[in-house]
């Protein structure tokens, strides 16, 4: 009899959960009967320490976990601790050992052409992922953000600026589903065929965001393919 394989998502509210779909999915097309995929829905990071992880062979994490999980890991990849954020938890006998594959998935993501400058939508754990990986290819950029902070763009002057950038990619959950009719503030006349727009949310298919931008010519991505991608590069983590 083949041993149980659990594997698993931690995150907040996630009963919609691609990662639960994706590698069930995955797990019947490998015939690979003895794997589970569970959502660990946790109101606090906190509940993490009541879970049973016996027969738990990997994790991935999501929104708003990714940086609050740090503290429950033994050990850390250089690549997650340089970007500080864990979207993937390996487990061994000693306890959790964290990755970033949110990077890897963003890269693959990217068209193969060259950038010259990008602006990034938030500041939170997937676009410090994406910041990391746009340094990894030497792409210059600058973060839009609510937070009072002088490091940061304001929504509110963007104006003219989003013009300097081919590059724009929303890291927020601004647009997601069931708040499809939220969209970023910005000056979507100022968009048009030389921007590539990027948005990490893959519910719905296209939001607002990636809407209006695309109705001005825009080349538009959303994050389905990232998805994919961050969760092969899971599973490769999981069975190395």
Not at 125 to 131: E, H, N
């Amino acid at each position: 009899m083949l041993t149980k394989k659990t594997f698993g998502l931690i995150g907040k509210n996630i009963d919609y959960s691609f990662s639960r779909s994706y590698f069930s999915k995955k797990f019947k097309k490998l015939r690979l009967s003895n794997c589970e995929y569970i959502n660990y829905d946790l109101k606090s990071i906190e509940e993490l320490s009541t879970i049973n992880l016996n027969g738990v062979y990997g994790l991935n994490v999501t929104i708003p976990y990714k940086t609050e999980i740090i503290k429950f890991l033994y050990k850390i990849d250089p690549e997650a601790e340089k970007i500080g954020a864990v979207n993937t938890i390996k487990i061994n006998r000693k306890g959790l050992i964290g990755f970033n594959t949110d990077y890897i998935g963003f890269l693959k993501s990217l068209p193969r052409r060259k950038f010259k400058r990008a602006l990034i939508f938030g500041t939170g754990g997937a676009s410090k992922a994406v910041q990391h990986a746009l340094n990894k290819i030497n792409i210059p950029f600058e973060i839009v953000s609510r937070k009072n902070d002088k490091k940061y763009l304001s929504y509110s002057n963007l104006d003219s600026k989003i013009t300097v950038f081919d590059l724009i990619i929303n890291t927020t959950p601004v647009g997601t589903y069931p708040n499809t009719n939220s969209i970023l503030e910005i000056p979507y006349d100022l968009i048009d065929s030389s921007h590539t727009c990027f948005d990490l949310i893959y519910n719905p298919i296209k939001t607002r965001f990636l809407t209006e931008s695309e109705k001005n010519g825009a080349h538009i991505i959303n994050g389905l393919p990232m998805l994919e991608f961050q969760a092969e590069a899971s599973w490769d983590i999981w069975n190395s």
